[in-house]
């Protein structure tokens, strides 16, 4: 693919980038940006919304560990989701490598992801000290006005990380899919231990609280391994 | 986003009359701004100025000076949940209406951030999204395909979410700055740990067979997959606080791509 096609078939997956970024804290939440949503979207832009499924899936029982509390810093599971999605969908179905190099690259994005909506934030905070007379003032201007900055801001912040991260990890994922050197079994194994174990550190976490929870787990641990025997 | 003003407003500003009860139309209004009412967080005055922003509407009616007053009291720093951010919205624009002592407002405003931001976090980030999380995975694992999976999520999701934001800015209309009483609601106190039990209990019930499609061909190794996780999560469960699962999942996979390349 020429950098020319590359840049053209980048930009609509960067828009999508740009909603489900902004969904994550701005405006919806309507959890468009979850990685299971995200990822599926973005492996449906390329016409394999199942390979994005699957990629989501992984990252959702790695996404269960992040609680979005105040002012805490976390993982922005938009972007990563749809750039995961775009790179598992674009690789061939039967590559050993698909799953463990989307699953990398959609965390790499979400490092970068997560930093970007640290500088949101503080360029929103000037922001708001620049117009803060105005707005000690009741201004209704620019309250408004300082709102759809903060919005705009983060859709460019969506498109932006999506663009880059596609710009750049898009190709490199293809270089190295091509050379990669695990086999099928191993590398399928490698990837479903690390999502189960964050998924069960997150579950522990979420729920050790509550009365018999643990007892609960095991119970549908169980019937689970049951269900799973059945098959 | 800026709707012009009624000419029963500009009069009852002029005059500094009684403002006019809040309208479906204001009500309406004001719900939709909720949904961007973190569209300029911030380290300093966080949702502070979305309070103000999803305000605006209801408080249209006021006289001129109480207006901008008002306005730039709810512009100041503030933190909630933002799916019950309406309850303070709508208490606290009830409050300005009813021409409550500013002084007053002002501490109650201050009392709500705590409760607000501490239920909604227990009951939605921990409890509810966890919850449509695992029902989700669990269409997954059953076989589903992308359109039911995504379709489950955002349904049930969505359901609650907008549910509790209409609920709030509801109940925060209708009861002013009255309105702690209703955070007491059973939901808000019982809630976080019922929904904890059922995701215990489907958690346990999903993993196996999310992780048996996840895993494909991998499936021969998924006996020391299981041993790795169990020791995994219990290293993660032991040092969580100083290290977050998916940065350490990133590290490990990184040492795996590069072996891989480099085999």
Redesign the interface.
Known sequence: MTWEALFLSILPVSLLGAVVGLDM????????S?P??SA??G??FVGR??A???IG??L????????????SRY?EWGTAGVVGGVVMAGQPVSSA?G???A??VA??T??FSSRSMVWV??W??H???RLRSE???????A??S??????TM?LVRGFAVTFVALLVLYPLSHK?VA????D???????????????????????????????W??????????V??LL? | MTEPESRATQSARRDGGTPAPVGARAVAASFIRLFAVQGSWNYETMVGNGIAFSMKPLLRNLPEERYHAALARQARYFNAHPYLAGVAVGSLARGELDGEDPVRVERYRTALCGPLGSVGDQLVWAGWLPLCSLMALAAFALGAGPLVVVCIFLGAYNAGHIALRAWGLRVGLRRGLRVAPALANPLFREGPAALARISAVLAGLILPLALQRIIGPGRALAGGVAVVAVIGAVILARFGARATGWRAALGLLSIFVLYSVAR
């Open positions: 804290v701005s405006f919806p939440q309507i959890m468009l979850r299971l949503v599926t979207l492996g449906a919304a199942g994005g499924l699957l899936a992984v959702e029982l790695i996404a269960l560990e992040t609680l979005p509390f105040g002012a993982a490598g799953l463990p190099v699953m990398f965390l790499a979400a490092v934030r503080n929103n905070a922001e708001a000290r707005i000690d003032a009741g201004s209704p201007t309250i408004d300082l709102q759809l900055r903060g919005l983060d190295i050379v990669w050197g695990v099928a079994v191993h590398s399928r194994a490698f990837v479903t231990a690390l999502a189960a174990t964050v998924a069960a550190g997150a579950i522990w976490t979420l729920t050790h609280r509550a009365a018999r929870a643990g609960l787990f095991i119970l549908g641990l169980g019937a689970g391994t269900l799973l098959q």
